[in-house]
Every structure is written in C-alpha cells, then in structure tokens.
C-alpha cells in the first residue's frame, strides 16, 4: 500500500524560508515521478513542482520559479520542496503526490505566511 506523509509547513514570516519533506513507502521509489501541489482556502489544487524519477528534470509555474525548488533523496524514499522568499499568496496547504496504475496524495502540511 502506498503511502505519502509530509511534514515541515509552519508559520513563517514573508520573505522567509521553508523545507517540506515527503517520506514515500509502498512503492520502488525511484521508478515514479513526484509532484508538490498545494490548495489555498477558496482556491482549487495548484501544481507547484514536478520532479522526474531520476531527478534530473524538474519543473515550475511562474508563481514559484526561481523561489521554490524540488529536490529527491531517492536513497530516503523522500522528495523534498525548499520555499524561499515566501509571501503571503504561498500560504496553502501543501501536498505531494504521484502516480502509479492510480494517482496517490499525502495528508498535506500547512504553511501560513504571514507577519
């Protein structure tokens, strides 16, 4: 059984940083791509960051790039997003994902933004 778990949100002031991790078990790691969404109150899921199997090829949307940046210990079974120059708009919540015969999330972890 799949399982996804994510942890290091938190409140951080605008202009700081943060790291997620997400801990993968149930699954040969290093064969499937990962994912960062997150979904603010009020708004739909929002792709933020996409990471190849290998880690050699990531993306971004314009909202995060350049500030946010995904990373993968295939070793650990984790998939990492360092945030940098938060600003408010950030706060959300924020899943990883990925996809095997089915799609699998994680719980999510908050990040709140805020002064």
């Known amino acids: 059984q799949v399982q996804l778990v994510e942890s290091g949100g938190g409140l951080v002031q605008p202009g700081g940083s943060l790291r997620l991790s997400c801990v993968a078990s149930?699954?040969?790691?290093?064969?499937?791509?990962m994912r960062w969404y997150r979904q603010a109150p009020g708004k739909e899921r929002e792709l933020v960051a996409f990471?190849?199997?290998?880690?050699?090829?990531?993306n971004y949307p314009d909202s995060v790039k350049g500030r946010f940046i995904i990373s993968r210990d295939n070793a650990k079974n984790t998939v990492y997003l360092q945030m940098n120059s938060l600003k408010p708009e950030d706060t959300a919540v924020y899943y990883c994902?990925?996809?095997?015969?089915?799609?699998?999330w994680g719980q999510g972890t908050q990040v709140i933004v805020s002064s």
């Open positions: 149930g699954l040969t790691f290093n064969r499937f791509i």
């Open positions: 990471i190849s199997s290998s880690g050699d090829i990531t």
């Open positions: 994902n990925t996809e095997t015969y089915r799609v699998y």
